[in-house]
């Protein structure tokens, strides 16, 4: 069977685009370093880094939540212990003032010092984070948490007023993993904030100056203050210790997700990576083919019958 000149043509024509879209195809791999170009490559491979790389997608947001609810769990600890501090200070203060032999104006100095160690603590609970979200009102975070108002109608403020709820913002920190991201005021001091307000009228009585230091109702008064402060630190370490509970927690899940992350990319690597040993071997052998194949299409292209007159 004879071949036509125009056969030979079209039969290298054809292993010239067919060496030519492979040697593409190399080049691309050697160039983004990736085996896996297209689905069609290794449709199993592709189907696993695909499947991978979507879990991958999830650990890093789940990375992100966790850097997010850690930042905002520290800021409440620092506030409440600042604020544990400051009770501290008063209860303190408060056990020399029992002993009922205090002046008139060493009572006056201390309810001077409750009122502003209460109003430091009524600014930590109306504390605001970057996004001007306050913290300890539940999801209530548009509005101070806490407020100092005028509720027997007399037109002066008299008492401190929870605003807030006791629900509690949540956020997803790993696969089905749900973690409260705060604590409240009512969580720690009930919703009548009943500590601080003992804390106001015992500060306003204080600083009376017709108060009688030995007048039994100031030393009953006082030594309720002390038991008050007491019950409410203890609702206050605890939730102290349950924001530091949290943060384990995240820890733990921060380095488990960050473990299987970089099990992920080896096995991302495994699947995908390209050795580069065979594909220089691949590519000098298909630049050879090529050449060659050149080569014979000039010699076939100068063949005629013209040549042979």
Known sequence: MRVSTQQSYTSMTSSFTELSGRLEHVITQMATGQRVI??????????RINQLNSQQAAIAQ???????VSGTLSQ????????NNSMLAIRDDLLQAANGTTTPESLANLGQEIASLTQSMMASLNYQDGQGHYLFGG?????PPVSYDDTDGDGEPDEYVYNGNSEHRTATVASGVEMETNVTAS??????????????????ELQDPTLDPADPQVQSDITHA???????SESLNSAIASLGERQNTLTMLSDAQ?????????????????DYGPATVT???LQMAMEATMKTYAKVSDLSLFNAI
Request: without cysteine; proline residues 3%; hydrophobic residues 40%.
């Open 62 to 68: 789940y990375q992100s939540n966790i850097n997010a």
């Open 139 to 143: 999801t209530k975070s548009d509005i």
């Open 258 to 274: 960050t473990s299987v992350a970089d099990t992920n990319s080896e096995l991302i690597g495994q699947l995908g990576d390209l």
């Open 76 to 83: 409440q600890e620092s506030l409440l212990d600042g604020i």
């Open 187 to 204: 969580d720690m001091f009930g919703a009548d904030l009943t500590v601080f307000n003992t804390l106001g009228d015992l500060a306003a």
């Open 226 to 232: 002390i038991d008050t402060l007491d019950a409410a």
């Open 283 to 285: 590519f000098t052998g």
């Open 38 to 47: 297209l689905p069609s490559n290794d449709p199993i491979a592709a189907t």
